[in-house]
């Protein structure tokens, strides 16, 4: 449980990472 909780945790701050680089981009669009 420990492995896949860790591996559930990476996937999450990788996906906000994403999320936060998409952001910047727009806004650096606008």
């Not at 701050?13 to 952001?23: A, D, G, N, P, S």
Request: aromatic share 4%; hydrophobic share 50%.
């Amino acid at each position: 449980m420990l492995k896949t909780d860790t591996v559930k945790t990476v996937a999450d701050v990788l996906y906000e990472k994403k999320l936060m680089l998409i952001q910047v981009k727009v806004l650096s669009r606008l």
